[in-house]
C-alpha cells in the first residue's frame, strides 16, 4: 500500500476498558475495532491501562500530560470513534467519563468536540438492565459532544457472553454485533472521504511534550 493510499484510510480511535486489564469491555472494544478494519479503516485503542494513567480532568488547569495530549490529539485526528464502557450503578463509568471530559480540550476547534464523526456505542454489564439503560445514556454523551451514534449499538451482558481473549467470544452472535458497531463507525468516515485522517508517527504512550499551556478559550466544563 502507498504512502497516499494510507493517508486516505480513515482513523477510527476506540476508548474503553476498566482498570482490570484485558476486561470483558476492552476486549469487546477489540472486536469493534476489528469490524472498522476490516472495512477499511485504521485504528487506535485506548483501552484502560491507559485510561488509569489519565489524572481527572480540570479544565481550569492549563497543564496537561502526556497521555492527556495523546488522547487529544488523537481523537483530533479521528475520522471516527468507538467508545465502550461498563455499566456500573446504572452509568458510564467514571474511568470512561473521565477520558471524555478530557475532550473538553477540543471545543475551539475547527471541528469542536467529536462533530461530524460517527461513534459507535459499546455496553458491557453484568445484566441486561444496566446494559439497555447504559447504552441510552452513553448515547446521550455522544449527542452532547455533537457527534452521531452509530444506528447500532451493542448491550452485551457478561452474565451470559465470555470473552475468553481478545480474538475469543463465547457467542458468535455478539462477535457478530461488536464487529457491526465498528463497521458502521468506519462506513460512515470512509462515505467522508476520511478528509481529516492523518496517520499518528507513534501510537505508544507518552508521544507528545507534556504541560504545554494552550491559550484557547475554554471552561465550558466548570459550574
Known amino acids: ?22 476486561s470483558s469491555t476492552e476486549r469487546a472494544l477489540s472486536f469493534a475495532l476489528r469490524g472498522a478494519e476490516e472495512a477499511g479503516a485504521r485504528t487506535q485503542l485506548f ?8 489524572p481527572h480532568y480540570a479544565p481550569e488547569d492549563p497543564t496537561r500530560t502526556d497521555a492527556q495530549l495523546e488522547l487529544i490529539e488523537a481523537v483530533r485526528a ?52 444496566a446494559a439497555g439503560s447504559v447504552l441510552t445514556s452513553l448515547r446521550s454523551i455522544v449527542h452532547a459532544l ?35 458497531v465498528g463497521r458502521q463507525a468506519a462506513q460512515f468516515a470512509l462515505a467522508f472521504g476520511g478528509q481529516h485522517a492523518a496517520p499518528l508517527a507513534n501510537t505508544g504512550h507518552g508521544a507528545h511534550a ?12 466548570a459550574v
Not at 447500532?152 to 457478530?176: M, P, W, Y
Open 47 to 54: 483501552g484502560g491501562t491507559f485510561l488509569h494513567t489519565l
Open 1 to 22: 500500500m502507498s504512502i497516499s493510499d494510507s493517508q486516505r484510510r480513515p482513523l477510527v480511535v476506540g476508548i474503553g476498558g476498566t482498570t482490570r486489564a484485558a
Open 78 to 129: 479521528a475520522d471516527a470513534m468507538i467508545i465502550a464502557t461498563p455499566g456500573y450503578h446504572g452509568g458510564v463509568s467514571g474511568l470512561v467519563k473521565n477520558a471524555l471530559d478530557t475532550l473538553e480540550e477540543l471545543r475551539a476547534d475547527d471541528r469542536p468536540y467529536l462533530d461530524g464523526r460517527a461513534v459507535g456505542c459499546i455496553v458491557t454489564a453484568y445484566g441486561w438492565q
Open 210 to 221: 507534556a504541560n504545554a499551556p494552550r491559550s484557547e478559550k475554554r471552561l465550558s466544563l
Open 146 to 180: 455533537r457527534g452521531w451514534p452509530t444506528p447500532f449499538g451493542a448491550g452485551i451482558n457478561t452474565l451470559e457472553t465470555r470473552f475468553e481473549s481478545a480474538h475469543q467470544c463465547s457467542d458468535a452472535k455478539v462477535a457478530e454485533q461488536l464487529a457491526t
